[in-house]
């Protein structure tokens, strides 16, 4: 099975977190609870695209990448790359 990889995108502006709530589907993996929005990526997306599709798929708000940003390797299959952006 190939490794998949996903992003995850902590957002803040000030002192606000953009948390997004999962759908109440019984039976799903994380169903009505809130999280961090994520995304797994897509064949040949870059983790910039996969951010901003995520952020967009589960919020419904455009966010421009910051030039700075951090990035974290998670060991939790499958491999996550956290980005911390602040965004003012």
Same mark, same amino acid.
């Given at each position: 099975? *190939?490794r998949?990889? *996903? @992003?995850? =995108? &902590?957002?803040e502006n /000030?002192n606000d @977190?953009?948390?997004?709530?999962k759908a109440e589907?019984p039976?799903?993996w #994380?169903? /009505?609870?809130?999280?961090?929005?994520?995304? =797994?990526?897509? !064949?040949?997306?870059? !983790?910039?695209?996969?951010?901003?599709?995520? &952020?967009?798929?589960?919020a419904?708000?455009? &966010?421009?990448?910051?030039e700075?940003y951090?990035? *974290?390797v998670?060991?939790w299959?499958p491999? @996550?790359r956290?980005? #911390? /952006?602040l965004i !003012?």
């Amino acid at each position: 099975m *190939a490794r998949q990889e *996903a @992003v995850v =995108t &902590i957002v803040e502006n /000030g002192n606000d @977190v953009l948390l997004v709530k999962k759908a109440e589907l019984p039976g799903h993996w #994380f169903s /009505g609870k809130w999280h961090i929005p994520g995304e =797994t990526l897509e !064949d040949g997306e870059s !983790d910039n695209e996969g951010m901003l599709r995520g &952020i967009m798929e589960e919020a419904g708000i455009e &966010i421009e990448v910051p030039e700075k940003y951090s990035e *974290a390797v998670s060991l939790w299959p499958p491999e @996550v790359r956290k980005y #911390f /952006g602040l965004i !003012d």
